[in-house]
């Protein structure tokens, strides 16, 4: 089985992909379907969920003949792929027991190799069905990972609702106080509403941190929220809705 990514853009969004998931797991389970490059994980506190979605059109080569599983430690995956320097393509071929990754050049720049031991990991996926939530919300990721940055200062636990035409986020604490942002619901680029439920979801801001540092995958992030549900936090990658990093996130619940 190989993968190749020639396009030097889509590589360099390949290498962020698994930067940040070192934050949630260890090893992960990667499922090589015959038209699709998927992985799913759980965070070692049960209360987030990570998807990464690669159709096969979105590599240059995707030549695999039957579903496959792999375990991969994420922390080596990602120190080899930290090493990768554009421009060079991004190959990866799987065999019985390991991995090879090659970056390559046509360039002056020295090309590399790299084998990667395979680790016996099993897990079954969760099934997450497609829901309608009771506040969806699209604005920029820039601007989404600066508030909870901002807003991680004065609190661990991130508060969102809507009132008279805002979203609200708010976060507190007995020692650094509060803040409060108001953001119009006319100056995101998106933001739907259910009237009829008065929504209300707290989470915690430690979380929402992890996953904003996928802000540069895509300019816009789209956040969807149901009162005691998880919330949905996901990057579209190159305006295919099938090509994506996705994140739920468990509500605090109030005693």
């Known amino acids: ?14 290498v962020e992909l698994f ?3 070192k934050q949630f797991v260890t090893i992960i389970s990667l499922t090589l379907k015959t038209d699709q490059f998927y992985i799913q994980g ?16 979105w590599f240059d080569e995707y030549n695999v003949e039957k579903d496959t599983v ?20 991004i190959s990866l071929i799987v065999n019985e027991e390991n991995m090879e990754i090659k970056f390559e050049s046509d360039t002056k720049d020295f090309n590399k190799e790299f084998i990667m031991p395979l680790v ?4 079954e996926y969760l099934t997450i069905p497609e829901k309608e939530y009771d506040m969806d919300i699209e604005m920029e990721s820039k601007k989404f990972k600066n508030f909870i940055d901002e807003l991680a200062i004065f609190g661990d636990v991130l508060t969102i609702k809507y009132e008279d035409d805002n979203v609200i986020l708010n976060s507190q604490s007995d020692t650094e106080g509060s803040m409060k942002l108001l953001m119009k619901a006319e100056d995101l680029e998106e933001c739907t509403i259910n009237e009829e439920v008065q929504t209300e979801c707290s989470f915690r801001i430690k979380y ?3 996953m904003t540092q996928y802000y540069k995958l895509s300019k816009y992030v789209l956040l969807n929220f149901t009162n005691d549900t998880p919330m949905q936090c ?3 990658l190159h305006e295919n809705i099938n090509n994506f990093i996705r994140f739920h996130l ?3 619940i109030e005693d």
């Open 1 to 14: 089985m190989e993968i190749k990514i020639n396009d030097l853009q889509k590589a360099v969004v390949f």
């Open 19 to 21: 930067q940040y998931l």
């Open 42 to 57: 759980m965070d070692s506190s049960q209360i987030s969920i990570f998807e990464i979605s690669l159709m096969k059109d």
């Open 70 to 89: 792999i375990g991969l430690n994420i922390n080596i995956f990602a120190k080899i792929l930290h090493i990768y320097n554009n421009p060079q393509t």
């Open 120 to 123: 016996e990991y099993e897990t």
């Open 208 to 210: 929402l941190q992890y």
């Open 234 to 236: 996901k990057y579209i």
């Open 250 to 252: 468990a509500p605090v």
